[in-house]
């Protein structure tokens, strides 16, 4: 079954470099997100392997520009026990900070 995940296109350029580095290296790992189910929040998770199909569709045209530190930010999540997570973008040198999402529970 097809499964779609609905992000915003700055988010999903700094996902997409991650993945696709780690999938070229034949790399599986867990990727989990949060969304809003009706009031409350519910989590997703996917096993990413490198022999899935992906397709990254993004709403723009613009390509956004890169930010270092998030990249090597969910390169350690996506490298960790727990996997990809989405977290809000650290602030970059001579650039604002974009869009983000949400980091998974310490407990």
Request: aromatic share 8%; proline share 6%; with cysteine.
């Amino acid at each position: 079954m097809p499964l779609e995940v609905h992000l915003d296109d700055r988010t999903l350029a700094h996902l997409q470099i991650v993945i696709v580095s780690k999938l070229r290296r034949r790399e599986s790992f867990v990727f989990s997100w949060r969304e809003d189910m009706s009031g409350a929040e519910g989590r997703v998770s996917v096993w990413i392997h490198p022999d899935c199909d992906l397709a990254f569709r993004f709403a723009g045209s613009r390509t956004p520009s890169v930010n270092r530190s998030w990249v090597a930010q969910l390169t350690e999540l996506a490298n960790s026990g727990s996997g990809l997570w989405i977290v809000p973008e650290p602030a970059a040198a001579g650039a604002g900070a974009g869009a983000g999402g949400d980091a998974p529970d310490a407990s």
